[in-house]
């Protein structure tokens, strides 16, 4: 594996104000430049980032006790439905929940609320018990008067997401963003080079424990994330690596509206825009071999969202310098290509994340259990 250095090699450089740390676009240039060998030589951190709508995404929160107690059964924020399935004064608030009045605005609208310091109105109902008798609360909260704040996101940094498109004759509203007819679009969400699991597409150094940023704040990857799946497919000669997910968890408190922004997408509902950056440590010559992967070297699957079905239909493969120059080619036609993520944003993460560990308020930490590289996925059986 042409090991070179470890964890604490590249704390102690931290520490000292020494470590050499470059961008996933940065490194590129330099390994062209100067070759793998003696580019491993001369750095040890190389940064990664993702902007981009993740749905699986919320909060735990802690809102401490009334007087006299209440054990919150039914919950509304800002007439949101949230979680009353925990213990008395916890919940967790969900960023697809949608508000009862208002299919605009839903959890992750609450979620941006806090973080800007707003008061959010907290309703809650209760069947009453003899150790918590109170049967209603109506107030106002804000950041500040809850006690944690804790994101923790299911499923985040999808490793590589289908391009999606519409072979029907009517346009279609999606998680995608609206995809017009015949092909004249494709939508895609993923940062390419950038991507953190694009990087560590072997998973040699993403795993549990890993000190992430997360939305401004420093953050951990809690466990795999949810559909964890992943799998390398060969389709038209190219290999396509995707299906890894991290599951995520930081204070809320901490972070910044600047990398956590709420999001309606017309037809299909809320979803909230997450900001992840993950420093990948430079061990070994093959790490730096995965890290310095570019756009036109990553594939991924054009796929038909008009279709019903689970599996649906793989209309060719397009790699992301194309997708990101506007244009890709299904089918021998010419169709414009856009992102519902943002490239620009997700350079900022690997920038900020790279300041941090230049300043020395970032270290590395080495995971304690690797991300499994098979998992048993199943969909449900409709009997």
């Not at 391009?163 to 009517?170: G, L, R």
């Not at 795993?207 to 795999?224: H, S």
């Not at 910044?256 to 299909?268: E, K, M, S, V």
């Not at 997450?274 to 061990?283: M, Q, R, T």
Request: hydrophobic share 35%.
């Amino acid at each position: 594996m042409g090991h070179i250095r470890t964890y604490d090699d590249i704390n102690n450089k931290i520490e000292k104000g020494e470590a050499v740390v470059v961008t996933a676009e940065e490194i590129i240039g330099m390994v062209e430049e100067d070759g793998i060998e003696r580019t491993a030589k001369q750095v040890d951190v190389v940064t990664t980032g993702t902007f981009s709508p993740m749905c699986s995404s919320g909060v735990f929160l802690n809102f401490g006790h009334s007087e006299p107690p209440i054990r919150m059964q039914k919950i509304l924020m800002n007439d949101v439905p949230v979680h009353g399935g925990l213990a008395a004064v916890d919940t967790y608030l969900g960023a697809t929940n949608v508000s009862k009045n208002d299919s605009h605005y839903g959890g992750a609208h609450v979620i941006e609320d806090l973080l800007n310091n707003k008061e959010v109105n907290l309703k809650a109902t209760s069947g009453g018990t003899d150790c918590y008798p109170r049967t209603d609360v109506n107030t106002w909260i804000d950041i500040d008067n809850i006690n944690e704040a804790i994101m923790h996101n299911p499923r985040n940094c999808y490793q590589n997401y289908n391009v999606a498109v519409n072979a029907s004759d009517t346009n279609i509203k999606t998680y995608m963003g609206t995809l017009l007819s015949q092909c004249s679009n494709a939508h895609f969400a993923t940062s390419g080079q950038l991507s953190p699991l694009l990087n560590d597409r072997h998973l040699n150094t993403i795993g549990i424990g890993t000190r992430i940023f997360l939305c401004g704040a420093d953050g951990y990857v809690a466990w795999n994330g949810t559909q964890h799946n992943p799998q390398v497919q060969r389709i038209h000669g190219k290999e396509i690596y995707s299906g890894a997910t991290l599951s995520v968890t930081g204070n809320l408190k901490e972070m910044n509206t600047r990398y956590l922004r709420a999001a309606n997408l017309p037809g299909y509902g809320v979803s909230i825009f997450v900001g992840v950056g993950v420093p990948i440590p430079i061990l070994s010559t093959d790490i730096l071999k995965d890290v310095s992967i570019k756009d036109e070297e990553i594939y991924t699957k054009v796929i038909d969202y008009s279709s019903p079905k689970i599996d649906k239909p793989v209309l060719g493969v397009v790699n992301y310098r194309d997708l990101r120059n506007g244009e890709i080619e299904i089918s021998g036609n010419t169709v414009p290509s856009s992102p519902i993520s943002s490239y620009a944003r997700a350079r900022e993460i690997c920038e900020e994340l790279k300041n941090k560990i230049d300043h020395g308020s970032f270290k590395l930490q080495e995971p304690i259990q690797k991300l499994p590289k098979k998992a048993n996925f199943n969909n449900i059986k409709v009997r």
